[in-house]
């Protein structure tokens, strides 16, 4: 009897194992998985482009309920897609600390690395600041974007572009079509 409870056991984790790998394989592969089985719904984030001179935009899956502010900012800060050809807006170990949506407002907190890290230029930084910007005024219900840096109000980042109040979208710094020729999200 207990030769038969412990292989019970044993098929039970072995079974919870696969399970733990499959998850993490869906989470890792999700925004390529879920279109190719008909699930999920497309965000776009906008990252910049090679030249560093305009941003393009970059289109994920993921599964609904798992595509709202925190979630993308959270995608943003993981960066683009390798194969994408894009490069990072945000600074090397910038985390997103928290999303507060009111009237159309999101007021976003980043941590300090956001400052501490940036290279700086006032182009670089337009494309940090629009970068968050644009991929958040794609959420719907989301108008202006007000960008904080570890709870506090912050007038810049690296100087040149002035954040002392809540900023709309900007397209004309999108210089590309998505990265893949999957459709828009709808807003």
């Not at 409870?5 to 919870?16: G, N």
């Not at 699930?39 to 599964?63: I, M, N, Q």
């Not at 194969?83 to 985390?95: A, I, N, Q």
């Amino acid at each position: 009897m207990r030769r038969k409870a412990r292989a019970w056991v044993v098929a039970l984790l072995a079974l919870l194992a696969a399970a733990a790998v499959g998850v993490g394989l869906v989470a890792r592969y999700e925004d390529r998985l879920l279109p190719a089985l008909g699930l999920g719904r497309s965000v776009v984030l906008y990252f910049a482009r090679p030249d560093g001179t305009a941003l393009a935009a970059e289109v994920r899956y993921t599964l609904p309920g798992r595509d709202g502010p925190m979630q993308r900012l959270r995608m943003l800060a993981e960066g683009p897609r390798p194969e994408s050809g894009l490069v990072p807006v945000l600074p090397p170990g910038t985390r997103p600390l928290g999303v507060h949506v009111d009237e159309g407002v999101a007021t976003v907190d980043f941590s300090r690395e956001i400052i501490e890290r940036h290279w700086g230029g006032s182009t670089a930084e337009l494309l940090t600041v629009y970068g968050i910007v644009n991929t958040l005024t794609a959420v719907p219900g989301i108008e202006r974007v007000q960008i904080r840096v570890e709870g506090r109000p912050v007038e810049t980042l690296a100087g040149h572009v002035d954040l002392t109040q809540p900023l709309p979208a900007d397209p004309s710094l999108v210089a590309a079509a998505p990265s893949d020729s999957s459709p828009r999200p709808a807003p």
